[in-house]
């Protein structure tokens, strides 16, 4: 069916097939999960001329059903589209429950001195970051807020033929879960702690004489060029590494208290009520581990 140019009609035929959608059904099995459990979403509809469907921003057919494994309560929406116009035919919401999950922390223990120590190792330590070093008092600085891990470093650098670059990096991250499957191994879930950067400014200064090196232009251009790349991606790799940190030191500092098998769902980073950091992490039951009577 051809759509008309004009906005009133439009709006009149879109008014119209949206009163012809007829709804059989639109279900979720089960109706309630615990995390990574899988849940299938199905639907049936009639097919009104110039209609077309989406389920949460996808499109999808008028009869279907797709399967998603659930870390929270997620709610699923299928809408009505004709043109720009859109409508809502239904919604489902699917409770996640985390009756049987276990939360443990850092409780009490202040992690910026720890993790400051680390970072400082991890960089001396770090391929990218071969021949750097850090001037006395040049200490890494953590911060850790509500949902938020801070650090900045400065340090020097060696490079050929020029003064060596101060090197600033510094990054806001969040601690995320990703989630994989292995498909050598039943397509088990598996997850890990993923460092997500809210912000990344790495900077190099060089002494203003560098420039007065014959050949400082553009070789030295280009090399500070290279060089804050390296720092950007060395910035993420930190950050990662930092992130695995934490979670380490958590179970570590509660290793009885994880059931064998458990999956990591949540980790939250909090300041104390004075001014230190902590973090804590939740663990919920994995639904492909086999229990055996």
């Not at 489902?92 to 120590?117: H, K, M």
């Not at 190792?121 to 040049?138: I, V």
């Not at 200490?139 to 060696?158: M, Q």
Request: glycine share 6%; charged share 20%; with cysteine.
């Amino acid at each position: 069916m051809a759509i008309p140019n004009n906005s009133e009609e439009i709006r009149r035929r879109a008014l119209a097939a949206f009163t012809e959608i007829k709804l059989d059904y639109f279900r979720a099995n089960p109706e309630a999960t615990q995390p990574f459990e899988s849940c299938t979403i199905s639907w049936k509809l009639n097919k009104p001329q110039g209609i077309r469907y989406t389920l949460n921003g996808r499109n999808v057919t008028p009869t279907g059903s797709t399967s998603s494994v659930l870390v929270q309560t997620t709610t699923f929406r299928l809408l009505a589209h004709f043109s720009t116009y859109s409508h809502a035919v239904a919604s489902i919401i699917v409770p996640v429950t985390l009756q049987s999950c276990v939360t443990v922390g850092t409780n009490e223990f202040e992690l910026e001195n720890l993790f400051a120590s680390e970072l400082k190792a991890g960089l001396e330590e770090s391929e990218a970051f071969a021949g750097c070093y850090f001037p006395e008092g040049w200490e890494p600085v953590v911060k850790i807020t509500d949902n938020d891990f801070h650090f900045r470093a400065r340090f020097k650098k060696r490079i050929a033929y020029f003064p060596n670059p101060t090197v600033t990096m510094e990054a806001h991250f969040q601690i995320g879960v990703e989630q994989t499957r292995d498909e050598l191994v039943m397509n088990r879930i598996y997850t890990r702690p993923k460092a997500i950067i809210t912000s990344n400014t790495p900077s190099l200064d060089v002494p203003w004489y560098a420039w007065l090196v014959p050949g400082a232009v553009p070789a030295l251009s280009i090399a500070l060029g290279m060089a804050s790349d390296t720092v950007r991606a060395g910035t993420v790799e930190a950050a990662q590494k930092l992130a695995e940190g934490v979670l380490e030191f958590i179970r570590l500092l509660n290793a009885n208290d994880i059931p064998p098998g458990y999956l990591l769902h949540r980790v939250r980073l909090f300041q104390l009520s004075g001014a230190g950091g902590a973090a804590d992490a939740r663990f919920c039951p994995n639904p492909d581990t086999l229990v055996l009577s």
